[in-house]
């Protein structure tokens, strides 16, 4: 009996070890929190969201889940910070997601939608690593832009149609003002003409930049007039009015690493919709910038629907889309500072010049930077930073390790040299936003790869300047493949030259300057309108091989430059038609 009372033992322990093999196995200190659990009223989930992630903080938990369904997120309980974020504008922003500092968590959406009021960030991720982000939409009760059907259009003036529920606004003293905005918002000062049935950046249009002194009337049948001679349209398209800032990015990931973000849709965001900054590993894969389904807009984002500044690690954009936001599907580049003081041979004070670079402060001790002659970018030397002072948002004094050559000058620009990003985007569609396609300039391995473009300016873009944007660019290693290029270029002349081209801002020693190299761009469809596939100069190294190109009447054509390739200033090309 004891032997048989053992053998029973023996097989119920087997058994369970059997069936705990069987079973998925937990971290030990794995954590779960349900968003659901602190929810007291859909009118607003600020107060559960900053509930929740308090418990997510305190307990280290690695998942937070959000139930399925919409909800409404205000900014009167929402998180505070100063913050500075490149290409965007600084400020104390209302936060939703807070994830400065936290490790291992995913926010686990359940095709969740959110709708955020007012000015109000929907995520930050700040000096965070191994973060996920899925399955949720975001938008806006109220966008940051206005959008107006054209009624009529005369030499000295326009007749506009505004859905007054989604672009309310006001005519004060003679003067437009859209009041959609909660806490007011009525600077508009860009106008741009969209096509009403393409949804897309009108054929040739440009943009009108307005001061704001137009005088406006509101006229018995509805319509607003605006006094503006010189501005053209088409009746029945629309005038998109844009803000004049970027103050509501979607997420800002800033000093961070091992972001993922993956089946997420960005119906609208108040400036970009995802900027990074300083960070490395970040993937967004099945990510959409575009229009709400359920609405009429015909934009989505009002600025880039990417963006990454002095990254590092990798970047992989996979099977996004990104569609009629108001500027480039990506820009990814580094930051240059200008020297704006010798003090002494090792020590100078260098500026961020451009105003939506301030505080960026991406210089640190044992870092390595490269000093570059700010009108042609040719690198005169390279020096190691043996210590760093940070005066101001505008100013930094740095310290070297060696003195710099005598020939260096005031206004030559510095930037990091130590990281650069590697860059994948495959099987991503970019399609009816204003400007470019995607914006090249990292030193990394770029593959550009199974993607679809049809871009208003020029699909890619290759840049770089240290005298207006300061954006360190300068391509190493770029292989462009297996894409769809389709009637790009029928937007503003000023947006591109070609399907693919360099815009670099060098303006002395192009002959000796090659700021780009290594273009290797094969097996891609070329359907265009528009003959002028490759505009380049000072790149070393191109190779055109194995491409087709299908010419099409879905467009007029008529700029004035009908060559298919043109370079300039280039060595070691080689095109094969």
């Known amino acids: ?22 079973e998925p196995q937990q971290k030990s ?6 968003l659901e659990n602190y929810i007291n009223s859909n009118e607003d989930i600020m107060p559960a969201i900053r509930a929740a992630l308090e418990t997510c903080r305190s307990e280290k938990a690695t998942a937070l889940v959000l139930p399925e369904g919409h909800f409404v997120v205000k900014p009167d309980f929402a998180y505070e910070k100063y ?87 006001q005519i004060r003293n003679g003067c437009l003002y859209f009041d959609n905005k909660p806490t007011g ?65 979607g997420f800002i990931i800033s000093d961070s690493k091992n972001v993922l973000i993956h089946d997420v849709n960005v119906y609208h965001t108040g400036g970009m919709a995802f900027v990074a900054q300083r960070s ?62 010798i003090e002494k041979p090792n020590q100078i004070v260098v500026k961020y010049v451009h105003g939506q670079q301030f505080g960026f402060n991406f210089i640190r001790p044992q870092m390595n930077l490269e000093i570059v002659d700010n009108e042609s970018l040719i690198t005169n030397c390279s020096r190691q930073v043996e210590s760093v002072e940070v005066l101001n948002k505008e100013y930094t004094r740095v310290v070297l390790t060696e003195d710099l050559p005598d020939d260096v000058k005031v206004k030559y620009v510095v930037a990091q040299t ?39 300016g020029a699909s890619i873009l290759f840049e770089g300047d240290g005298s207006y944007w300061y954006e360190q660019g300068g391509v190493r290693d770029v292989e462009i493949c297996r894409n769809v290029f389709e009637n790009g270029n029928y937007g503003s002349s000023g947006w591109g030259s070609a399907c693919i081209a360099v815009g670099t801002g060098l303006w002395n020693d192009r002959e000796t300057s090659r700021y780009h190299r290594n ?31 299908e010419m099409t009447e879905d467009y007029i054509y008529n700029r004035q430059e009908t060559r298919r390739f043109v370079y300039e200033n280039c060595d070691g090309v080689r095109i094969e038609e």
């Open 280 to 341: 490395e590993n970040i993937e967004l894969n099945k990510v959409n910038v575009t229009c709400p389904p359920n609405k009429n807009r015909i934009v989505s984002a009002t600025a880039d629907a990417t963006h990454f500044s002095n990254c590092s690690g990798y970047i992989r954009l996979i099977d996004c889309v990104f569609e009629n936001q108001k500027d480039d599907a990506t820009n990814i580049h580094g930051i240059y500072a200008m020297i704006s003081e």
């Open 83 to 169: 913050c500075y974020v490149s290409n965007n504008d600084e400020g104390l922003k209302r936060i939703a997601f807070d994830l400065e500092g936290i490790e291992n968590l995913e926010i686990k959406g359940n095709d969740t939608h959110l709708d955020f009021a007012g000015f109000i960030v929907p995520f930050y991720v700040g000096e965070a690593d191994d973060i996920t982000v899925s399955r949720i939409s975001i938008d806006y009760t109220t966008p940051f832009h206005s959008e107006g059907e054209i009624m009529a259009v005369t030499e000295k003036y326009v007749d506009l149609r505004f859905d007054t529920v989604e672009f309310p606004y």
């Open 1 to 22: 009996m004891r032997k048989l009372n053992c053998l029973i033992i023996s097989l119920i322990l087997i058994t369970c070890a059997m069936s705990c093999q069987n």
């Open 519 to 549: 273009l290797k761009i094969h097996d891609n469809v070329f359907r265009v309108f528009d003959p002028r596939i490759l505009n380049l100069y000072c790149v070393d190294s191109v190779d055109f091989q194995n491409n087709t190109i």
């Open 185 to 249: 918002y009525p600077e508009c000062n860009n106008l741009l003409e969209f096509d009403k049935t393409r949804r897309e950046p009108a054929y040739y249009a440009n943009d009108y930049w307005v001061g704001g002194t137009e005088m406006c009337e509101q006229l018995p049948d509805g319509n607003v007039r605006v006094f503006h001679e010189g501005l053209k349209g088409t009746v029945g398209n629309v005038f998109v009015f844009g803000c004049g800032h970027r103050l509501v990015p």
């Open 418 to 456: 130590d990281a650069y990003p590697d860059v994948l985007l495959k099987g991503c569609t970019i399609r009816c936003n204003r400007a470019r396609g995607i914006l090249l300039g990292s030193h990394g391995k770029i593959v550009i790869d199974s993607n679809y473009f049809h871009s208003a």
């Open 29 to 34: 200190d794995e954590k779960t929190v349900y």
